[in-house]
Each structure stands twice: as C-alpha cells, then as structure tokens.
C-alpha cells in the first residue's frame, strides 16, 4: 500500500470515529450563556449576594476553572431540597447535560462563539435588587458594631402611609453578610419600638433597652436566602402609620465593623378588595417535639421528631422554610390529613446552614382542618462534621446564639378558598433544556495543507469573516484555540506531538466546519 493510500486510509477512520464520538464545538453564545443567565446571575451581579459576577463571557473565563469543579461537586449552584421528594417555584439544578457541556466548554477552551452576536445580559433592579420593582426602602442609620459578642438589635423605620398597603415581596441586603445570623421584619402598629429606640443613644435598642412589640409578622432572613415573594395579589398588610421593626442577630467577632442592611419591600398592585391576606410564621418548634428537648449530646448524631396539629380551619399552604443551625445534618416534613393522605413538603437531604431559602409550592397546599404536621431532623454533633463550633465536641441545647440549635420550620399561608389548589403559581426548570444543534457548514471549507502537516500547521479558512477556532489532539485534551481570519493561517505548532488533530471553526452564521489532519516531524 502507498503511503497516500496509507494516509487516506488512516484519516478516513480517524474521522469516522471523530464524527461518531466527538460532539461539536460549545460557545458561550449558544451554549453556556444561557446556562449561566439562568442558574447563577441572580446571585452573582452587581450588587448581588454572591461575592462576583456572572453576567458576561470574560467575567466566566477568568473564574470558569472554579467554576466547573463546584458544578461537578454539585456545590453550586445551592440548592439544599430534594426534587425528587418535592418540587418548587423557581428549582435552580443543574442536569447533568448541563454540568457536561459546561465542562466541555471549558476543556475545549471556552470559545466565545460568533463575535458579531452580543448576548443580551439579565436585567435587575435599583442596586442589584432581584425585585421587579422596589417601592419602600426599609434602612437604618449605619450601626458600627461595639463588640465582639453576639447582639440581638432592632431598628425602627417610620412610615407615612395614608392608608394600607400590602407587601408582595421582601428582600434582605445584608450590610456584613458574614455577621448577620438572621434578620427579620415586623409590624409595630403601637409606637412602643419607637419609643426603645429613641432611648438608646446608638442606632436601634437591644435587650438592655427593652423589648420590641411585634403587631405583625412578616418575614424572616437567614443566609442565601433570596427574595420572599408571595403570589401575584396576595400579601400582608402594613396599616397606615404602623412602624416596621427590623431585627438583627449579630454574631460574634465582628467589633468595629459597619452594617448597612437594606430591606427592600413591592407592594401589591391590586384594589384592596382584591387582595388576600396571607400569614406567615413559626409554626412548628420545641412545643411540637415529640422526643424533646433539643439536647444534643457531644459525639453522636442525633434524631428528633416534631408532630402537631396546627390549624383547625382549612388552609392553603404557600411557602415552607426548615430551620436549624451548624450541627443540622438534614431535615423532613410532611403531613398526614384525616382521611389518611399522606403529603410530600420538603427534604433537605444535606442541611446547609448557608443557604436557607423560602421554598414556593408550584400551587398551594391544601391543608385540611385537623392535619398533623410531621417532621424529622438529624444532628451530627461529632467531630466529623466541619462547622461543628465546638472542638472537641460538647452538649447543645436549644438557644438563639449561632452556637446553640434550633428545630423549626416557617410557613406562609392562608385561608383556603375553593380551587385553590388547582391556581398556579410558577414551574420548574426543565432540567433538560435542549440546545439547538448549530447548522453544518454549507459550501464553507477549513482545510490545512499539506496534510500530514510536517512542522507548522498551514490552515485555509474560505469563510468571509474571522471566526473561532479550536484544535483537539485525537487522544483528548486542547492544544490550540484563536481565531481564523479568511485565507491563509499558520497556527504556533510549536510543543504539539505527532498525531492526529480534529480542527473545528464556526462561521459568522453558526454554522460549522471541521478538518482532521496529521501533524508530523
């Protein structure tokens, strides 16, 4: 056999196999900005909670090597329920098609894609706020904190509402994210907070002051928690001239340092009468225990169990949120109904005390007069577990500070009409969102001449534009990414080992070109 035939022949399989086993070229145009728009932008904005953005193709290059190892641990992005158990409004998981492809973006040398094509970024509101609008500023004069023990504190913030509205969203900008255990929001309709905090010669009052009066309940904060939004013309009512009361748990090691913490509430724009009242709160803790207290002692993990009747009228269930602090392993809720149902709400499978979110049922609950709420939470007080705050382990109680536990779990609801299980109130990312197959090339040729190339890496590209380029060795890996520019190229071959090379480029309309050569010395 002649060596042209040889050649022909061996490029002939090698391309066959390529063609079967290689997938095309992803970009950030068609492939991963939508992945990344979509899963982790709310977070990672300008403004938002995570600690950089995510919006544009340079701000993923430059963190794409962290990136792809916290999406194949599937640390990121959070999202602590079971959706196998129970799914909500808004699921932020990642599929394993998508977790692929990003990481085949990545090996391949994360090509842009067509240059002429300028992704469209996510918008947000006023400093990042992920509200689609913010009608009150709930802030507080900046509070330097005085010491490094652990505060409870509250702020009081005026209101000159000439009649009632009603809050269709919370959202909670922690000033020092790391030292805000929590943060919560209430209704004052008596002036007595008020009263406490002018008192007290710093911003806001604590314990030493008094007590803070709590008319109304609205909403609570706990770290990576996102917006509390309620359905589109169902809210809680905030009276005219009522105070609302923010407080703040403080944890320890933050002395001298300023917290700024915004609350940013929408209302409901709906007449009045239009409007249903919702509620919101905790409703299952200690008092629903069945093998209370809450001790949990050192060098063991620990179950406990909660069950209660918590409503003696019929209610519809709109928002779940568990509760507990470092030394929660996971936590399960369902609930039994008098005629026997029993009724998937939440499993946390892993607790992350960082993230803590407001879960959103796809359509309300139906809670029927007399149902029992049932609950199991895991504690692991050993010293395998890393946020474990006591080394070595010790006995915790139930308690406020960071270092105590709790065993709660928050609802939102309220009262059943008829057919409310079957409103709507949101969906699910399809997990397995298809991507569109880029078109083959038409009449467009990449070609490297001679083939087997014999030192540097001739390439004619007969496209009318630059394009994207990429060059994969046989056995796996990239050797080479850049652009073609029409006519003739040289690629830096330079270090690149014998064999053979699948080159692929991507023309000005998505289409797609690819050339197998064979590169020897």
Known sequence: MSWESFIGLTLGLVWAELVQAQTLLPTWVDDIAPIVHTH????????GAGPFPLMTYEDVFFTANMDVHVMQDG????????????????????????????????????????????????????????????????????????????EYRWFVVST?????????????????????????????????????????????????????TNTTYINAWQPGALPARYPDGWGIPVPPGADLVIEIHYGPDFAGQVDETVMNLEWVDEPEEDIRTISVGWLLGNGAMTDGPLVIPPDEITTFHQEAVVFNADQSLLSICP???????????????????SIPLIDIPHWDFEWQFYYRFLSPVHVPAGTVFKTEGVYDNTVWNPLN?????????????TTDEMFLVYFIWAAYQEGDEELVFGTVEDPATAVAEPPRAEGLDVQVSPNPARGMVHVHWD???????????????????????????????????????????????????????????
């Open 160 to 212: 000159d509402f000439d009649e009632t509205r009603y809050i269709q969203a919370v959202e909670v900008v922690p000033g020092l994210p790391a030292a805000v255990h929590h943060a919560d929001i209430f209704v004052d309709v008596t002036g007595q907070s008020a009263e406490l905090d002018a008192a007290d010669p710093l911003p806001g009052f604590n314990g030493n002051t008094g007590w803070p």
């Open 75 to 150: 640390e990121m992005p959070p999202w602590p329920a079971d959706p196998a158990y129970r799914q909500f409004v808004g699921e932020n998981v990642l599929s394993d098609t998508d977790v692929a492809l990003f990481t085949e973006w990545y090996n391949t040398g994360m090509a842009y894609g067509d240059e002429l094509v300028e992704v469209e970024l996510p918008s947000f509101g006023p400093e990042g706020s992920l509200l689609e609008g913010v009608d009150f500023v709930a802030n507080f004069q900046a509070y330097t904190l005085p010491s490094n023990a652990e």
């Open 463 to 521: 496209g009318s534009t630059p394009v994207q380029a990429v060059v994969r060795a046989r056995q796996g890996g990239v050797v080479w990414t850049g652009e073609l520019t029409p006519g003739a190229n040289v690629l830096p071959a330079q270090g690149w080992s014998e064999g053979v090379y699948l080159l692929s480029a991507q023309g000005a309309n998505l289409e797609r070109a690819q050339t197998v050569f064979m590169l020897t010395r």
């Open 389 to 401: 705050p006591n080394d070595p382990p010790q006995e915790v109680t139930y308690g406020s500070l």
């Open 323 to 341: 509760h507990m602090h470092l030394l929660g392993k996971s936590y399960k809720v369902w609930m039994e109904t008098p005629a026997g149902d």
């Open 40 to 47: 982790c932008a709310h977070c990672h904005h300008d403004g």
